[in-house]
């Protein structure tokens, strides 16, 4: 039971590039988030899915873009990448609501923007 | 909308102290709260949850955590730390409904335990 997965773990691209990150969950869970870390910032939500076919901004979402393929995968794209997405990005997935909503997340990935 | 501030950024203690680290929220709705670490390197990991009832939660590795509705709080707590408790912490909160559905999270507070 691998969780959330993320891919990939690091990254560097020059600003301009575009890169696709992905996430995948295998726990059947209904809503899916992506978050930067920046220090000193905590965790800043960039777009979120409460269930499959839909997405929402979150609080950071401008220069990105997002798509949940099927109720498994949540790919986060960045379209001409900036120093300022320089980062570590979180993916997480949670069942539900009530007892059942404790968020689960990946591993992160680092990505760089020269 | 909803908003989460860790009042302390660092909180350095000696091993085998006690220590609080202080959360406090915000939010139009009722919601739960939630304490994650995340030690270096690695994703973010559940400490304590509390959706209602008591007021006081326990979590793992010895934390634990008391529900204040009237001075919007949520106050982690561990009466003797060790130095693997060294991580940073954060404080969380999501809503019952709608857009308060986001899981917000707090700034994170350093916990750096000194031997």
């Known amino acids: 039971n691998a969780g959330v997965t993320q891919t990939p773990k690091f990254q560097v691209l020059k600003t301009g590039q575009s890169m696709t990150l992905q996430c995948a969950q295998d726990m059947n869970h209904n809503s899916m988030y992506w978050y930067r870390q920046d220090p000193g910032m905590g965790l800043r939500l960039i777009y979120y899915?409460?269930?499959?076919?839909?997405?929402d901004k979150g609080e950071v979402p401008n220069g990105y873009n997002v798509s949940r393929l099927n109720k498994r995968e949540f790919s986060l794209r960045l379209e001409s990448a900036a120093p300022s997405q320089t980062s570590v990005y979180f993916c997480a997935s949670v069942w539900g609501l009530a007892e059942n909503t404790e968020a689960f997340f990946g591993q992160g990935t680092r990505l760089t923007v020269v | 909308a909803q908003s989460v501030t860790q009042l302390d950024s660092q909180v350095p203690v000696f091993e085998e102290a006690p220590v609080e680290l202080r959360c406090n929220y915000s939010?139009?709705?009722?919601?739960?709260l939630f304490w994650y670490v995340q030690y270096p390197n690695q994703g973010l990991q559940l400490l304590l949850k509390y959706l209602s009832g008591s007021t006081l939660v326990k979590g793992i590795n010895g934390f634990e955590a008391e529900f204040n509705k009237s001075q919007t709080s949520f106050h982690l707590r561990k009466p003797s730390v060790h130095i693997s408790d060294t991580a940073e912490y954060f404080c969380?909160?999501?809503?019952?409904?709608?857009?308060?559905?986001?899981?917000?999270f707090g700034s994170g507070t350093q916990l750096t335990v000194l031997p």
């Open positions: 939010s139009s709705v009722s919601v739960y």
């Open positions: 899915s409460a269930s499959e076919g839909t997405t």
């Open positions: 969380a909160v999501r809503g019952y409904s709608g857009s308060a559905r986001q899981l917000t």
